[in-house]
């Protein structure tokens, strides 16, 4: 709520509200009409947090600055866990930085889109019976939601 001051060292309060960018996605919050310049941000958790700002310029390059942060900072993910059952479970996302130089991590990113799409398109083309309700429905819209967001 406090505006920030580079010279005030961070308290500890400040350090446990922070909201980590890893992973992060910001984007323009267009189903949300109470207020004008609000942004979304849905962080590696999947929480979301709305921020409002002065002006649609100063929205879009708080958009543009916080996903570029998360693009260049954020580490691959770890392969999801593999268990018995054939439960969806979604990569571990790390918290710590990429040891890739900017090359590297581009190149990092554009294979992973394309293995996303790989995925999404595979998995759309199996969807669950109609007839199915239950576990397998909600585990494949999970499937789906996590994919598509990526």
């Known amino acids: 709520q406090d505006e920030y001051k580079p010279e005030k060292a961070l308290s500890e309060e400040d350090l446990k509200n922070a909201v980590s960018v890893h992973h992060a996605l910001a984007y323009k919050a267009t189903d949300y009409e109470k207020r004008p310049n609000v942004l979304k941000l849905k962080t ?3 929480r979301v947090l709305l921020f409002q700002a002065q002006s649609q310029e100063e929205m879009q390059t708080w958009i543009n600055k916080i996903n570029c942060v998360a693009a260049v900072f954020s580490a691959p993910p770890f392969p999801a866990a593999i268990g018995s059952q054939k439960k969806f479970s979604r990569p571990l996302l790390p918290a710590t930085t990429t040891k890739l130089s900017q090359d590297e991590q581009l190149e990092s990113h554009k294979a992973r889109l394309k293995q996303i ?19 397998e429905v909600d585990d494949y819209k999970l499937k789906d939601h996590y994919l598509e967001f990526e």
């Open 117 to 135: 799409f790989t995925e999404l398109a595979e998995h759309r083309s199996y969807p669950p019976d109609k007839k199915l309700r239950g576990k």
């Open 44 to 46: 590696a958790d999947w």
